[in-house]
């Protein structure tokens, strides 16, 4: 294990439940990775966009050579594949940890998920579950979930990792990547856990945790 080195997978909502909200997806990733970029320790990121076929935007990349995201770097359509999309990150990811020596794996790994509405592949759902119990159990990796959907939030908080409601409209979007980026900050302890949180954040934030 690499002390200091933290692995971050995204797993972000560009499907047709977007439309409308692609300057606000965009920019508020864009923010999420420059606080990354800000933070003390070395952070790796692997990003996959979901809207159909999972997307790979970048698997293992330090987070200060990622350069500004754009309208243009995502599909916004298709179907809300997120149950597919999660599968696919974790199953990426963990295959390259495997290959990995000891000594370059990273001290934590966190996986957000951004997700902007029901999931349209639920019969992949207890699959998703298990993968999680997996990883969260033997691997020790940290789940969030982050989604305006009462059925996705429901589905996190059975399989006991943190969820986090938002709304889509307004300044929902931007907070729940403020919130995201702040969410890993103070799990990897790059800052104090005590943070002052926005008062646009507080109206709109509603955080649920259920023991496994």
Known sequence: MKECLYHVILVIDTSHLASGLELK????LNA?????????????????AFGGPTKT????????????????????????????????????VG????????????????????????SEDMDMASSVAERFSHQRDVYKW??????????????????????????EQGGGVPSAFDDLADAILEITGMVPKEREVPATAKKTKRALKVQA
């Open 32 to 48: 999420c990775v420059s606080s990354l970029k800000q933070a003390a320790g070395e952070v790796h990121l692997s990003l996959f």
């Open 142 to 167: 940290d789940i969030q979930v982050f989604s305006p959907s009462n059925d996705v939030l429901s589905f996190a908080e059975q399989v006991g990792v943190r969820a986090v409601g938002f709304k």
């Open 95 to 118: 295959r390259r940890f495997a290959e990995c020596d000891e000594c370059e794996r990273p001290e934590k790994v966190i996986l957000a998920i951004l997700s902007l509405g029901a």
């Open 57 to 92: 935007l970048c698997t293992f990349a330090p987070v200060t050579s990622i350069r500004p995201f754009t309208r243009r770097s995502f599909p916004f359509s298709g179907e809300a594949t997120l149950f597919g999309a999660i599968a696919f990150a974790i199953d990426d």
């Open 25 to 28: 997806v965009t920019q508020g």
